[in-house]
């Protein structure tokens, strides 16, 4: 398991890439909450937005998840557990007041870097310009 690359995987630069084309700052593999044992692929904190891109295999993708055959029992463990705790993490993100998007890594960058610039420009706009009345 020591070659499972955790961060800097070719779909998170790839996505990287493009939102930082797109003129956006980030944190990569950091922490949105300190006191969280917790990393994000990228974090952008004055927006308090979390962005995870999960690979298919280790979390569980609907569309591309197969139990394997060697040791079926301890892998789909623990594809389960890592499941259980992405909705805890998202979860105490949330209450946090972060908005956490995740991504599988078989989605389009384009598409993902496309909803990220979106959403994270919409979290910086200040209230007068999102037509919020002062």
Not at 61 to 74: A, I, L, Q, R
Not at 89 to 113: C, I, K, N, Y
């Amino acid at each position: 398991m020591q070659a499972i690359r955790s961060r800097d995987t070719k779909p998170e630069r790839l996505i990287r890439r493009l939102v930082h084309a797109n003129g956006l700052r980030y944190r990569v593999a950091a922490r949105p909450v300190p006191s969280l044992r917790r990393t994000a692929d990228m974090v952008f904190r004055p927006a308090k937005v979390a962005v995870f891109i999960d690979g298919c295999y280790w979390h569980g993708c609907p569309e591309h998840y197969v139990s394997p055959k060697t040791n079926p029992g301890y892998w789909s463990d623990k594809v389960k557990r890592n499941m259980e705790r992405d909705r805890d993490t998202d979860r105490q993100l949330t209450e946090a007041g972060w908005l956490v998007l995740r991504f599988w890594e078989h989605m389009p960058a384009e598409e993902s870097a496309e909803v990220i610039t979106r959403l994270v420009s919409e979290r910086r706009k200040p209230a007068s310009d999102k037509g919020v009345p002062d």
